[in-house]
C-alpha cells in the first residue's frame, strides 16, 4: 500500500459521494403535469380544485399526484402530474373542455428532486427536444421596419452628401408611403441632374427618378431597388437568427433549434421547459434600440408643456422613461442596436461610480463621431423600441393587436468627442448598470420581431425509437463491461468498477453544468465510456509486459502505473484539444456532444487510473504476491 | 486470456510502399467521391418543408408516424404541437416520392401537401392540413465558419502540443495521418450514401479525437524506445513500438466498437448515422495508426538523436502514477 498515499483514498472516496449524490437527481424524472391558473376574476380554491379532480374522474385519466400551489412569481395554481405524455396531453384537453375560459391549462414539467438535493444544488439533466420535446416560438421579422429603417437613414445620408457636395436643395424628406423612397426637392435642373449623379454613384442601392417640375421647383425621387429591398430583407433575417442563437446560446447548452421559416418567420424550439412564459426568458426581448440627440428632459418647460398638451414639435418625438418622466428627443437616429457590437458593465475608474462601456461597429462608430463631434454638452438619448402583441379572445377567437412601446432607458449629457466605443456613466447603481447593459445587447436585432406564435411541442423522436436506443446503450456498455472482465480477468473487473463510477460521476458533472441531454449524446457518453476503458487497457497491457519481462506483481503494478501515465497523459491532450474544439462550435447537438466528450476524457484520466490504482493497491496491498490476475 | 501474441513481429515497415500507396489511393478516391458525389446532406443542413396538420380528434403521434410511411414520405420528424389534435411535420420534399427537382426552382409546396394529406387521410379521414412553409437549415453559416475555426484549432493545437512533448517529425506525421482518417471517413459515407446529419458531422468530429488517441500511444512507445535503446535503428525502433502496442491497439478498437456495434444493430434509426459513422472511422484510424503514421515517420527522417530529452522532463509528471 506504500505507493499509494492514504490522501488519494480519501480524495477517491469524497470524489466517489459528490458523484453519487449530484448524479442522484438524474434518477427523479420529471412529471408531465398540467398547471391550471385563474383568470382575473375567478379564483383558485379548493372548490376549482375538486372541479379539477371531478373533470379528470369522468375522463378516466388516472394522475399521479395533484396539488394547490403559491409560487411568488406565478401565483396561486393547481398542479397534477401524470406517468406520461399522453396523460398529459389528454388531461389538458379534458380540463379545458370542462374548466372553460375562467381558468388557463397550461403544460408544465414538474421536478419530483427531493428538496434536500435541490437545497444542496443538486438537479437533473434537462431532456433534449428530441427525447422531451420543449416549447416552440414562431416569431415574425417586421418587413415593414426594414424598409423604415434604410428609408430613414437614406433621407438623412442623402441630405448630407448633397450638403457635402456642396449642391443647393430646397428639401430633403422621406416620401409619405413606405417603401416609396426618398423625395429631394431642388431650384434648378443643373442641381437637379448634379443631385441625381451624386446619389446614384454613390449609393448604388438606390433607383434615382426626375419627379414633377413645376416652375422652380425640381423634384427628384429615390427608392430602394425592389431586388436590393429582398436582399436587405433576407440580410436582416440572417442578423436576427445570428443575433437571436448567439443570445440563447450565451446562456449555455441549451441545444436549440433556430430557423428561417418561410419568408419573414424564425422559429425556436427550446428543450426541457414547457411553459412558453418561462422560455420567453430565455429569448429576451425582441427589442430594438436607438440613439437619438436629446432635446429636453422632464425639467424643461417645453418638454413639460408638451407633454400636458400633446403638441410635440414636428422634428421630435415624445417619449417616455422607465419612471413615467417625460422627454423630448430627435427624430433623426444616429446610431441603432444592430450597429451596437458590445455592452458591459462596469465601474468608473475616475469616480468609482457604475457604468456600461458600449462598443459599436464601424458604420455606427462614423456617425456617432460625426453627431459628438458637433454636440459636446448636449444630451444623447437611448430609447429601447419593444414590440409586444396583446392576445384578446372576441368571439371564441384569438385576435392579436400588435403594440409598439418607445421608452427612453438612458438620458445622459455628451462629454466629449467619441466613435466607435463609449461609457455611460452615473448610473444609479451597479444594478441598474447591468440591467441597461442586458438591454441594449438584448436590442440589438437588425429588425423588430413579433412572437406570433407559441406552443409546447411533443419529441421528435419517436417512443420506440427512444426505448431501442436506450436498451441498445446498456447493451453496449454491458458488453464492453464483460469483454473487459473476460479479457483482463481480476484488472477487468476493477477497470469496470472504475467504468461505472466514470458513468456516475460524468453524469454528476454534466448535471452540475446544466448539459441538456439528447439521444446522440447518450451516444455520445457510451462513446465516451467504450474510449475511457482504453486508459485500463493500456495498464493492463503494460503489467503484463512488466510481468513477462520478469518483475514481481507488486513491481510490475507499480511500473505498469508508472510508464502508462506517461502515454495516458500525452493520448488524453490530444484528444482533450479535439473536444475542446467541438465545444467551440455555436450551438446544437455538436455542442453538447463536444461538452460530453471533454467532461469524459477529464473523468475518464480520474476513473480509470487513479481509481483502478485506488481498488488495486487495496487488493493486493500488503500482501506476498506470486501472480496477478491480468 | 491472450489473442495477440506478445512477442508478434510482424514487419509493418517492409509494407511501407504498399500501404502508404493504398492510403494515397484511398484519399483520392475520397477526395473524388466527395467531389461528384457530396454527400447525401440531411434535414439539418439542407432545411426543407414544414406543414402542420390538425384533427378533429386526439390523434397520436406513432399513428402519424405510420400513416407517412405508409404514404411514401420517410424520414419525416413528426412532433405534437399543443395538445393532441396537431401535428407538426418536416422533411426534405425529397423524400416525397412525387417529388422532382427542378433545376432552379424550389419545390411545389401545394403538390408536396397535397401528398401529405393524401398519406394523412388515408388514415384518418379527419385530418386537415393547417399549414404548410418552407424551413431554412437548422445549421447556419455560422456553424460552418465555426467549422473551420474549429478545425484550424484543432490542427494547431494538436500539431504545437505534439511539437513540444515530442518533436517536430511526429506532429507532421500525427496531422497528416489524421487528415487521410477524416477524408476516408467522410469518403465511405459518401460511398454508400448514407444521410449526413448534425449526429454523423458530430462523430466524424469525434473520429479525429479517437484516432489522434490511437497515434500519440503508438508515437509514444517510439519516444521511450528510441530513448531507451543503445543502437536505435529507426526502422527496427518503429517496428518494434507497433508490435509492442499492437495488441492494445487492437484491444481498444474491438472495445469500443462493440459498443458501437450494440447501438447500430440494435439503437434504431436516431443512433445508427452515429454509430456507422464510428465503426468506420475506428477502423480507418486502427488501421492507419499500425500501417500509415509510422512509415510517414520514417520518412520524415525521425532518429534518435531528434528524441534525446533536450528539455528535461517534468519530474512532477513523471512521478505520478
Excluded at chain 1, 456516475?504 to 474510449?531: D, E, K, R, W
Excluded at chain 2, 424550389?106 to 385530418?127: E, F, H, Y
Aim: aromatic residues 6%.
Amino acid at each position: 500500500m506504500s505507493d499509494f498515499p492514504r490522501w488519494r483514498y480519501f480524495l477517491v472516496a469524497v470524489v466517489l459521494v459528490l458523484g453519487i449524490l449530484y448524479g442522484l437527481p438524474n434518477v427523479y424524472v420529471p412529471l408531465q403535469a398540467v398547471q391550471v391558473t385563474a383568470n382575473q376574476s375567478t379564483s383558485l380554491d379548493p372548490a376549482a380544485q375538486q372541479k379539477v379532480i371531478t373533470a379528470l374522474q369522468s375522463a378516466k385519466i388516472p394522475y399521479v399526484n395533484e396539488s394547490l400551489k403559491h409560487d411568488a412569481s406565478r401565483g396561486d395554481y393547481i398542479v397534477i402530474g401524470f406517468a406520461n405524455g399522453d396523460l398529459q396531453k389528454n388531461a389538458a384537453d379534458a380540463l379545458k373542455a370542462t374548466l372553460g375560459d375562467s381558468y388557463t391549462v397550461a403544460f408544465n414539467l414538474e421536478p419530483t428532486v427531493p428538496r434536500w438535493l435541490t437545497a444542496i444544488g443538486g438537479r437533473a439533466m434537462p431532456l433534449g427536444l428530441d427525447l422531451q420535446g420543449g416549447v416552440r416560438f414562431l416569431m415574425a421579422v417586421d418587413q415593414d421596419d426594414i424598409v423604415d429603417r434604410q428609408e430613414n437613414r437614406y433621407t438623412q445620408d442623402i441630405a448630407a452628401l448633397l450638403k457635402d457636395r456642396k449642391i443647393p436643395f430646397i428639401s430633403v424628406a422621406r416620401n409619405a408611403t413606405r417603401g416609396q423612397g426618398v423625395n429631394v426637392m431642388l431650384s434648378s435642373a443643373a442641381d437637379r441632374t448634379a443631385a441625381s449623379d451624386a446619389i446614384a454613384s454613390e449609393y448604388t442601392d438606390l433607383g434615382v427618378t426626375d419627379g414633377a417640375s413645376t416652375g422652380d421647383r425640381f423634384a427628384l425621387n429615390a427608392s430602394i431597388k425592389p431586388n436590393k429591398l429582398h436582399d436587405l430583407q433576407v440580410n436582416a433575417i440572417r442578423q436576427n437568427l445570428a443575433t437571436l442563437s448567439n443570445r440563447i446560446n450565451a446562456l449555455g447548452v441549451s441545444e436549440p433549434v433556430i430557423q428561417v421559416q418561410g419568408e419573414d418567420h424564425i422559429s425556436v424550439e427550446l428543450a426541457g421547459v414547457q411553459d412558453p412564459a418561462e422560455a420567453k426568458k430565455v429569448i429576451g426581448a425582441t427589442a430594438t434600440l436607438q440613439y437619438v440627440a436629446g432635446l429636453g428632459d422632464a425639467r424643461d418647460p417645453a418638454v413639460q408643456d408638451a407633454a400636458k398638451t400633446g403638441n410635440v414639435p414636428p422634428d421630435a418625438h415624445l417619449y417616455y422613461g422607465q419612471h413615467g418622466e417625460p422627454f423630448l428627443v430627435s427624430k433623426n437616429i444616429i446610431a441603432s442596436g444592430d450597429e451596437l457590437v458590445d455592452a458591459a458593465s462596469g465601474n468608473d475608474p475616475q469616480s468609482g461610480s457604475p457604468m456600461v462601456s458600449v462598443t459599436l461597429n464601424s458604420a455606427g462608430a462614423a456617425k456617432m463621431l460625426d453627431f459628438t463631434r458637433d454636440n459636446v454638452g448636449k444630451p444623447m438619448a437611448v430609447v429601447y423600441v419593444e414590440n409586444t402583441t396583446d392576445t384578446k379572445i372576441v368571439d371564441g377567437k384569438e385576435v392579436r393587436t400588435p403594440k409598439t412601446t418607445y421608452s427612453v432607458i438612458n438620458y445622459a449629457t455628451i462629454n466629449g468627442v467619441f466613435s466607435n466605443k463609449f461609457q455611460t456613466t452615473g448610473l444609479q447603481s451597479s444594478k441598474a448598470a447591468s440591467e441597461l447593459a442586458l438591454m441594449l445587447k438584448g436590442g440589438s436585432l437588425a429588425a423588430r420581431m413579433d412572437i406570433v406564435q407559441e406552443g409546447v411541442i411533443g419529441p421528435s423522436l419517436g417512443q420506440d425509437n427512444i426505448e431501442k436506443g436506450l436498451k441498445a446503450v446498456l447493451l453496449g456498455l454491458g458488453l464492453v463491461l464483460l469483454a473487459a472482465a473476460i479479457y483482463y480477468k481480476l484488472f477487468g473487473l476493477v477497470a469496470d468498477v472504475a467504468l461505472f463510477f466514470n458513468l456516475v460521476i460524468l453524469v454528476a458533472v454534466m448535471s452540475m453544468i446544466g448539459v441538456t441531454l439528447t439521444m446522440p449524446g447518450i451516444a455520445g457518453i457510451v462513446l465516451t465510456l467504450g474510449m475511457a476503458i482504453d486508459a485500463n487497457v493500456l495498464i493492463c497491457e503494460r503489467v503484463r509486459e512488466e510481468l513477462r519481462n520478469g518483475s514481481t506483481p507488486l513491481a510490475a503494478i507499480r511500473a505498469g502505473y508508472e510508464k502508462a501515465w506517461a502515454t495516458i497523459l500525452d493520448a488524453n491532450v490530444t484528444h482533450l484539444i479535439a473536444a475542446l474544439a467541438l465545444t467551440t462550435m455555436g450551438s446544437g447537438p455538436i455542442k453538447g456532444f463536444g461538452v460530453t466528450l471533454l467532461i469524459g476524457i477529464l473523468t475518464s484520466m480520474f476513473t480509470s487510473v487513479t481509481v483502478t490504482h485506488a481498488i488495486t493497491a487495496l487488493i493486493h496491498g500488503g500482501r506476498k504476491l506470486k501472480t496477478l490476475s491480468v | 486470456m491472450e489473442i495477440f501474441s506478445h512477442n508478434s513481429n510482424v514487419h509493418f515497415l517492409g509494407l511501407r510502399k504498399v500501404s502508404i500507396g493504398i492510403a494515397v489511393l484511398l484519399m483520392l478516391a475520397s477526395i473524388v467521391l466527395l467531389a461528384t458525389r457530396s454527400l447525401n446532406y440531411g434535414l439539418d443542413f439542407t432545411g426543407g418543408v414544414s406543414v402542420d396538420a390538425t384533427y378533429d380528434n386526439p390523434v397520436s403521434v406513432e399513428d402519424v408516424r405510420s400513416a407517412l410511411d405508409k404514404g411514401g414520405i420517410e424520414n419525416a420528424v413528426v412532433q405534437s404541437v399543443g395538445g393532441t389534435r396537431q401535428v407538426s411535420l418536416r422533411f426534405q420534399p425529397k423524400d416525397d416520392k412525387h417529388y422532382v427537382l427542378q433545376e432552379g426552382k424550389s419545390p411545389n409546396l401545394d403538390l408536396i401537401s397535397n401528398d401529405v394529406a393524401k398519406a394523412l387521410q388515408t388514415a384518418r379521414p379527419d385530418a386537415k392540413i393547417a399549414g404548410k412553409n418552407y424551413v431554412g437549415p437548422q445549421v447556419g453559416e455560422q456553424l460552418r465558419s465555426d467549422g473551420v475555426t474549429a478545425a484550424i484549432f484543432v490542427i494547431i493545437g494538436i500539431g504545437l502540443y505534439l511539437w513540444i512533448r515530442f518533436e517536430r517529425r511526429f506532429a507532421i506525421a500525427a496531422l497528416a495521418t489524421e487528415v487521410h482518417d477524416v477524408l476516408v471517413t467522410l469518403g465511405v459515407i459518401s460511398l454508400v450514401q448514407r444521410e449526413f446529419d448534425l449526429t454523423v458531422l458530430a462523430s466524424v468530429l469525434a473520429v479525429i479525437g479517437y484516432s489522434i488517441n490511437d497515434k500519440v500511444v503508438v508515437f509514444d512507445r517510439i519516444r521511450e524506445l528510441f530513448r531507451s535503446s543503445r543502437k536505435a535503428d529507426p526502422e527496427e525502433v518503429l517496428n518494434r513500438s507497433i508490435n509492442s502496442t499492437l495488441s492494445r491497439t487492437i484491444i481498444t478498437s474491438t472495445f469500443t466498437s462493440i459498443a458501437m456495434a450494440a447501438l447500430y444493430f440494435f439503437g434504431g434509426p436516431s443512433v445508427h448515422g452515429f454509430a456507422i459513422t464510428m465503426l468506420i472511422g475506428i477502423l480507418v484510424g486502427t488501421l492507419s495508426s499500425i500501417f500509415v503514421a509510422s512509415p510517414i515517420l520514417l520518412w520524415l527522417g525521425v532518429s534518435k538523436k531528434d528524441l534525446m530529452p533536450v528539455t528535461k522532463e517534468n519530474p512532477e509528471l513523471a512521478r505520478r502514477p
